[in-house]
């Protein structure tokens, strides 16, 4: 799984390479209150591309983490109350 993730992020960092070496012209965005931003395209993408991409990152990592430390508290509950039930012995069964 490792790998795949890795190639992924390596062809799209080669596609935005691409991308970027082929499109390097300025552009002009208005922001607000007739304030401009010139820069180049690839920088406006890459980021945009960053300003949706970090906040659900940062909350899935969040998430993540919060979840693994409920199931190691529900783990270790779950080897304490184990350990506090004692184990059944079978009872030889008598014969009719």
């Known amino acids: 799984m490792s790998f795949l993730k890795t190639l992924f992020w390596v062809i799209f960092l080669v596609g935005f ?9 300025p552009v002009s965005m208005k922001l607000w209150n007739g304030l401009w931003l010139d820069s ?3 920088a406006v993408i890459g980021a945009s591309f960053l300003l949706g991409f970090l906040p659900l990152w940062i909350w899935h990592r969040a998430m993540q983490y919060r979840l693994t430390r409920r199931i190691a508290t529900l783990e270790s509950g779950a080897k304490t109350m184990a350990a506090n039930f004692p184990t059944a012995t079978p009872t030889p069964e008598k014969a009719l």
Request: avoid cysteine; charge should be positive; glycine fraction near 0%.
């Open 40 to 42: 180049k395209l690839p």
């Open 17 to 25: 390479a691409v991308f970027a070496v082929n499109n390097w012209h």
